[in-house]
Nanobody
Framework: VQLQASGGGLVQTGGSLRLSCAASGFVFEDYAIGWFRQAPGKEREGLSRISANGGTTYYADSVKGRFTISRDNAKNMVHLQMNALNSEDTATYYC????????????????????????WGQGTQVTVSS
């Protein structure tokens, strides 16, 4: 199983980036995928989650209205479109899949908790400069 985040980089305040998460080694369309980020000295923060069929999405308050999650099950890809970036968005961004034992749960109130995800892979660095 592998999930690989890409698309990070250096962007100015107010700019946009589109992150991608490429998945392999499992039945992609059976699993919800989450995006997280971790800034130096801070806890890993859940940003967004998309259900297996793409019909349900969740967002953290910190990114709601600025970030959009989407998936292409034909290509085993999940994307995170990030707009109106600011310095608070500087972090390493990770994607992960929901753990198998929670695959059939909506996780409505806990979707942002790390414990429900696995197969993190390497992240991609996003740096927002002022």
């Amino acid at each position: 199983v592998q999930l690989q985040a890409s698309g990070g980089g250096l962007v100015q305040t107010g700019g946009s980036l589109r992150l991608s998460c490429a998945a392999s080694g499992f039945v992609f369309e059976d699993y919800a995928i989450g995006w997280f980020r971790q800034a130096p000295g801070k806890e890993r923060e859940g940003l967004s989650r998309i259900s297996a069929n793409g019909g349900t999405t969740y967002y953290a308050d910190s990114v709601k209205g600025r970030f959009t999650i989407s998936r292409d099950n034909a290509k085993n890809m999940v994307h995170l479109q990030m707009n109106a970036l600011n310095s608070e968005d500087t972090a390493t961004y990770y994607c992960a899949r929901v753990r198998r034992e929670f695959r059939d749960y909506a996780l409505f109130r806990v979707w942002f908790m790390r414990r429900y995800y696995t197969d993190w892979g390497q992240g991609t660095q996003v740096t927002v400069s002022s």
